[in-house]
């Protein structure tokens, strides 16, 4: 299947890397999931909810760099805001595998 799109539809997506500052349960979540507050540089610490709890703990999330989707609007999930989306893959469980840069990098850096 070939669905191109041009650079301008590419950067409207605002993908920028950022470290996570904190983690924490989220038990009100329908689905398993953290609360995560994530540092993404000039744009300050954002929110986020991710259901990632088959393959991460708490203590191993805070200090590593995730990509990020910024510019989508904030959504509320039970009683937490969630600002950013932190990206990741299915793995072949279908748990989610955080996308995260090969080498660390500033922290509000845009994916290009």
Do not use: H
């Amino acid at each position: 299947m070939e669905n191109k799109i041009i650079w301008e539809q590419f950067t409207a997506v605002d993908l920028r890397v950022g470290t996570i500052v904190e983690a924490s349960a989220f038990p009100e979540a329908r689905k398993p999931a953290y609360k995560l507050r994530v540092d993404l540089g000039e744009l300050g610490i954002k929110k986020s909810s991710a259901q990632i709890t088959q393959r991460y703990t708490v203590e191993e999330l805070v200090g590593k760099q995730v990509i990020c989707v910024t510019n989508f609007p904030s959504k509320q999930i039970g009683p937490w805001l969630s600002e950013v989306l932190v990206t990741g893959f299915e793995d072949e469980e279908g748990f989610i595998v955080l996308a995260q840069p090969q080498a660390p990098v500033p922290n509000g850096k845009r994916l290009i």
